[in-house]
C-alpha cells in the first residue's frame, strides 16, 4: 500500500501540470491566434475562471484532508493558493495592460463605476500578503500571527465570487460556486465536522 507521502508527491506532480497545463493552452491559443474574436475577454474570462477553480481547491484541502484522514492533503494548500494568485495576477495584468492601455484615469474610474471591479480589486489586495508570506521564513518570522493572516483567503474567496456573480448575466455557476465556499466555510466548524465523520 502506497505511503502518505507517496500520496502527496503523486498530488503535488498532479497539481503542478493541471495548473500549469490552462497556461500552456493560453500561450498556444495566443500564439496560433485561435482566441475567439475578442481576444482580451478571452484571455481575462480564462485567466479568471481558472483563478477561482485553483483558489477553491486550495479552500478544499484542509476540511477534506480533516474528514477523509487524509492529512497530507493539507500540504496542497499551498501550491494551489499560489498557483491560483499567479492567474489572479496574468488576469489583473490583462485588464490593466491590455483592456485599460494602463490609463491610470479609466481604470480608477472603472473601480468607482463597476462594482464587479472594485470587488475583484479588493480580492486581489487580501490575496496578495497571503502570496507574499507564503514562505516558510515567513511562517515562522510572524509565528501565531501567520495563521490569522492566512485566514484572510475566506473574505477574498467571498469577495472573488462577488466580483463573478456582479459579473455574470446567469448566476446560476456563481452560485453553485458560493454554496461549495459555504460548505467549506460550514466545515471549519469542528462540531460539525465530528459529526460528519462519525457518519
Ligand atoms: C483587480 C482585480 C480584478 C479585476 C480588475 C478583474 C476584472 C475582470 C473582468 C474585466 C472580467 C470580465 C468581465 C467580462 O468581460 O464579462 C473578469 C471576469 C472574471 N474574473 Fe476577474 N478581476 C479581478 C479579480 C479577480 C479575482 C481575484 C478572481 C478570482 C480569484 C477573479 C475571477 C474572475 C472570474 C471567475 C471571471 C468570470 C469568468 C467567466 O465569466 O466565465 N477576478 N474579471
Redesign the pocket.
Known amino acids: 500500500m502506497s505511503s502518505p507521502s507517496t500520496h502527496l508527491r503523486q498530488a503535488s506532480v498532479g497539481i503542478h501540470l493541471g495548473a500549469l497545463f490552462p497556461l500552456l493552452l493560453l500561450l498556444i491559443d495566443s500564439l496560433l491566434g485561435r482566441l475567439s474574436v475578442n481576444p482580451i ?1 478571452d484571455l ?2 480564462r485567466t ?2 481558472v ?2 477553480i485553483l ?1 477553491l481547491l486550495s479552500l478544499s484541502c484542509t476540511p477534506l484532508g480533516r474528514l477523509t484522514g487524509w492529512t497530507w492533503m493539507v500540504a496542497l494548500r499551498k501550491p494551489l493558493g499560489l498557483y ?1 494568485f499567479l ?2 495576477s496574468l ?2 495584468l490583462v ?2 495592460g491590455l ?1 485599460y492601455g494602463l490609463d491610470g484615469l479609466l481604470i480608477s474610474q ?1 473601480i468607482a463605476e463597476k462594482r ?2 472594485l470587488a ?2 479588493v ?2 489586495l487580501l ?1 496578495l500578503p497571503l502570496a507574499a508570506t507564503s514562505t516558510r521564513a515567513a511562517q515562522r518570522r510572524l509565528g501565531r500571527w501567520w495563521r490569522r493572516l492566512h485566514w484572510l483567503v475566506y473574505p ?2 467571498i ?2 465570487l462577488l ?2 456573480l456582479w ?2 448575466k446567469v448566476a446560476r ?1 456563481p452560485i453553485l460556486a458560493a454554496a461549495l465556499l459555504l460548505a467549506l466555510l460550514l466545515l471549519r466548524i469542528p462540531l460539525l465536522r465530528q459529526r460528519l465523520r462519525r457518519r
Open positions: 475577454q481575462t474570462l479568471g475562471q483563478a477561482l483558489l491560483s492567474y489572479v488576469h489583473l485588464f490593466v483592456d472603472a464587479y471591479v475583484g480589486l480580492s486581489f490575496l477574498a474567496a469577495a472573488a466580483h463573478y459579473l455574470s455557476v
